[in-house]
């Protein structure tokens, strides 16, 4: 089975800063996807990077970025320029890829969450 | 609307008693799935939808839980008896691809507090 860990459960810096949240998981399968999504208090979950298993680039959408790293089982979240926007819980997520003749759902495997607060 | 819509956004009720929680997604979306968020939380899947297939139920935790869609279009969560430890929050997520290849997108959920 698929495990998801966030290790920091709260964070918090001054805007404008760089913030880097943590994320491990453990998997036997070679080919997957990850995530990183954003839960404001709203409660929706904005989906912020998705980066593939099998692309060694790391993945880059405006001020955030991510760490790819297979071998250890890594998948850190970069924010530049961090804004008062930025304030929300992130959660690091990890799917198979899907498998032509399998049924059934793939599911998405969340870690716990990491609570990041963007101070004035 | 162009998103996931959930209803009602906030449900409280006493123990003992069912609810229905509903959940339309987004049109052309053969795939939908329901989490479960407890309090400081991440997610735990419950049920998957895929078309006209049999539905993933892997992830109801009691058989006071179940699920409904008709086609590819609104689902239902049912929760019968309902127990204190059923509060948290209800999200519902629609995909165009059962994998990872396009990604969920997400409702606001809905908030069930037990009395």
């Known amino acids: 089975a698929q495990t998801v860990t966030q290790s920091q459960p709260e964070m918090s810096v001054q805007e404008a800063e760089t913030v880097t949240l943590s994320c491990t998981y453990d998997?036997?399968?070679?080919?997957?996807?990850l995530f990183w999504y954003k839960q404001p208090p709203s409660r929706q979950m904005i989906l912020v990077i998705r980066?593939?298993?099998?692309?060694?680039q790391n993945a880059t959408e405006n001020r955030f970025s991510v760490n790819f790293q297979k071998a250890a089982k890594s998948f850190s979240l970069k924010i530049s320029d961090s804004q008062l926007g930025d304030t929300a819980m992130y959660f690091c997520?990890?799917?198979?890829?899907?498998?032509?003749?399998?049924?059934?759902?793939?599911?998405?495997?969340f870690g716990q969450g990491t609570r990041l607060t963007i101070n004035p | 609307g162009a998103g996931v819509s959930q209803s009602p956004s906030n449900k409280v009720t006493e123990k003992g008693k069912d609810v229905e929680l509903r959940c339309d997604p987004i049109?052309?979306?053969?795939?939908l799935y329901w989490y479960r968020q407890r309090l400081g939380q991440g997610l735990e899947f419950l049920i998957y939808?895929?078309?006209?297939?049999?539905?993933?139920k892997s992830g109801l935790p009691s058989d006071r839980f179940s699920a409904e869609r008709t086609g590819e279009s609104v689902s239902t969560l049912t929760i019968q008896r309902t127990q204190q430890e059923d509060s948290a929050v209800y999200l519902c997520?629609?995909?165009?691809?059962?994998?990872?290849?396009?990604?969920?997108?997400f409702g606001d959920g809905t908030r069930l507090s037990i009395l």
């Open positions: 997520a629609s995909s165009s691809d059962r994998g990872g290849n396009q990604p969920q997108h």
């Open positions: 998997t036997s399968e070679n080919n997957y996807y």
């Open positions: 980066q593939e298993a099998y692309k060694q």
């Open positions: 997520a990890f799917i198979k890829s899907l498998e032509e003749g399998i049924q059934g759902a793939q599911k998405l495997v």
């Open positions: 049109s052309g979306h053969t795939a």
């Open positions: 939808f895929q078309g006209n297939s049999a539905p993933d």
